[in-house]
């Protein structure tokens, strides 16, 4: 029987991150990270189990050759600290989940050897010793949680040599004992300044040389974050916004500039995309911006946070826009802003009525 390849991604940080930071967006920039590294599969990989903050994938009855290997390894590590830079840079969240996930880091086991197959629920679960030897191949004794292993076993199926260098690996030779039996492999900590992170949009911020059109204030009896995460997580959005019927959006995403979100009003969609503007006043700024509006060529909400005390803020929320014509001016002028007063003062009232729900909810 021709040896398989066992093959596993493991996010290095992920307990401390958990126990140390805001749960639920934790859980979605990991989501986030796993989606990532399962995309960067190149070598048609079978992904045997999502394992919390790790990916286990095979590759039954083959081997990669040495190069592909490689290859592949260099792709999800790119890819990974690819998408935390752009996390960072993208990001309007001050929590500790989001401002503490740049400092997330990968390691990389490979090992070869026998495979047999458990089916469950007609799903086929690789087993056996060489499972069991790949993840102990994760609770090595390497001195850092940014690295590559190949086990022995594998860098003799391929041909790898200990001397093998490049400018982004250089092989050192490593040894543990598991249940007293020695496992000998090769490893190479990773420079992620030798990494060629493919490039991404970096969202500017809207310069608006103008004053708003509208504004609404309104003041919480809740602390800046926490009002600002109300706003942002749209899973409460329909909860509050007057007139939403439902939000469609990326559960396993972390609210940051240039994500996108719908609105659905009505059977329609309104499609809105993350933005910012200049913050000269300390303020935790979230703005959305309408691409697809009807009425307006530029149509821009700004939800302003001013932390008042621990345990009030204020809010202003401003209305940008520009019409697409004289006529639909006339319209937004007789119309639209009637309505837009009555349902944002209603919206406003609902968001306080679920900012106190949920404060109730974590004293409970």
């Given at each position: 029987?021709a040896?398989s ?22 859980q ?5 990270l ?12 079978s ?23 490689l ?11 690819g ?21 997330l ?21 690789p087993?056996?010793?060489?499972v069991?030897q ?7 004794t390497?001195?850092s ?19 093998y ?19 000998d492999?090769?490893?190479?900590e ?9 490039p ?50 990326n ?10 979100h719908?609105?659905?009003?009505g059977?329609?969609?309104?499609n ?10 300390n303020?935790?700024?979230?703005g959305?911006?309408?691409?697809d ?7 821009y909400q ?17 209305f ?6 004289f ?10 802003k ?13 968001l ?7 404060k ?5």
């Open positions: 029987m040896k390849l066992l093959f596993i991604p493991d996010i290095s940080g992920f307990t401390n991150f958990v126990q140390n930071t805001e749960v639920e967006h934790s979605h920039v990991i989501a986030e796993l989606e990532v590294l399962i995309a960067a599969n190149t070598q048609q990989l992904l045997a189990e999502i394992e919390g903050d790790a990916l286990f994938f095979y590759k039954e009855n083959e081997v990669l050759s040495q190069e592909k290997l290859a592949q390894i260099e792709t999800m590590y790119t890819a990974f600290y998408h935390l830079k752009m996390m960072e840079k993208n990001r309007i969240c001050p929590c500790m989940a989001c401002s503490s996930a740049i400092n880091e990968l390691k990389i086991v490979a090992h070869s050897g026998d495979l047999q197959f458990l089916k469950v629920q007609n799903n086929r679960k087993f056996g010793e060489s069991i790949v993840h102990r191949l994760l609770k090595n390497i001195d949680d940014n690295y590559a292993l190949i086990s022995k076993d594998l860098a003799e199926e391929i041909d790898m040599s200990l001397s260098k490049s400018s982004l690996f250089n092989f050192k030779l490593g040894n543990d004992t598991y249940d007293n039996k020695n496992i492999y090769i490893f190479s990773i420079d992620t300044d030798e990494l060629k992170l493919k991404f949009l970096e969202e500017n911020q809207i310069v608006l040389n103008r004053p708003p059109n509208m504004v609404f204030e309104r003041t919480f009896k809740t602390n800046s974050n926490q009002l600002l995460e109300v706003i942002t997580n749209y899973k409460y959005r329909n909860l509050w916004s007057e007139g939403v019927d439902d939000i469609k959006f559960i396993n995403e972390v609210t940051r500039l240039g994500t996108e719908a609105c659905v009003i059977g329609k969609h309104l809105f995309k993350v933005v910012t503007k200049k913050n000269d006043n303020e935790l700024v979230y959305e911006q309408n691409i509006s009807p009425l307006f060529k530029e149509l700004f939800f302003n946070i001013t932390a008042i005390s621990k345990t009030e803020s204020k809010l202003a929320v401003e940008y826009w520009k019409p697409k014509s006529i639909k001016k006339l319209v937004i002028s007789f119309f639209a009637k309505l837009l007063t009555k349902n944002f003062n209603g919206s406003l009232d609902r306080n009525e679920v900012v106190e729900e949920l109730k909810s974590e004293i409970k």
